[in-house]
């Protein structure tokens, strides 16, 4: 078993890299535009909003794989040039930021009007009012929640397999058909239960820090 792991373990560390660079990506991009993506969401205006609704709408309402793939080959059609990986953090970024978008925006719908009434008497202004009093209690409130979607993307990267990247899952599945042993896949799931943990970790410790503003 030790000789088995050894074996395949560089191959396997090489994968999981392209899985943290994906993951790492879609999370550090999807993250401030779905928090643009919230605020043009609760616009005044009529029309935007009507065009985030449908943007959020399609993007929640079809499968993240179908997304990968058209990315991928319908840039490719309209003759755009683009390589698979940058298919793939485009596909995800789009699609994790309509699920943050909605977090976010339920986050600061939920903090009560009353303290905007509060803030506007204290002479503050609406700039002002959003940054020291809204935002970090709606953060704290989207903590929980955007820790979910985290753990969910750790295990949403192995669907870029559909476009032939050799991430963590289809790096131990090639192994695993070749040699057939079932060796690659376990490490592969002691893997993603490791990145899941760190994560788990993570959001803890971000809730804790954010803890004063409750």
């Given at each position: ?89 485009l ?23 009353g ?46 397999y ?5 991430d ?37 410790f ?9």
């Amino acid at each position: 078993m030790l000789d088995s792991v050894i074996k395949y373990l560089p191959g396997l560390l090489s994968g999981t890299a392209v899985t943290l660079r994906l993951f790492i990506i879609t999370l550090v991009l999807s993250l401030p535009l779905g928090f643009i993506l919230a605020q043009v969401r609760m616009s005044r205006s009529r029309i935007v909003q009507v065009i985030c609704k449908g943007y959020i709408w399609v993007l929640r309402g079809s499968p993240l794989v179908l997304q990968v793939v058209a990315v991928y080959f319908g840039l490719g059609r309209l003759r755009i040039p683009i390589d698979r990986f940058s298919a793939a953090c485009l596909a995800f970024v789009l699609n994790y930021a309509a699920y943050l978008a909605e977090i976010f925006r339920g986050g600061i719908e939920s903090i009560d009007r009353g303290q905007h009434e509060a803030a506007s008497v204290l002479g503050l202004t609406r700039i002002q009012t959003a940054i020291h009093i809204i935002l970090p209690q709606a953060m704290k409130r989207c903590v929980p929640a955007i820790g979910n979607e985290a753990i969910i993307l750790i295990k949403d990267t192995a669907l870029v397999y559909v476009i032939g990247i050799a991430d963590l899952l289809r790096t131990a599945t090639n192994f695993s058909i070749k040699d057939f042993d079932m060796t690659p896949l376990l490490v592969a799931a002691v893997f993603y239960l490791a990145m899941t943990f760190v994560m788990e970790r993570v959001i803890a410790f971000v809730e804790k820090r954010l803890a004063y503003y409750e």
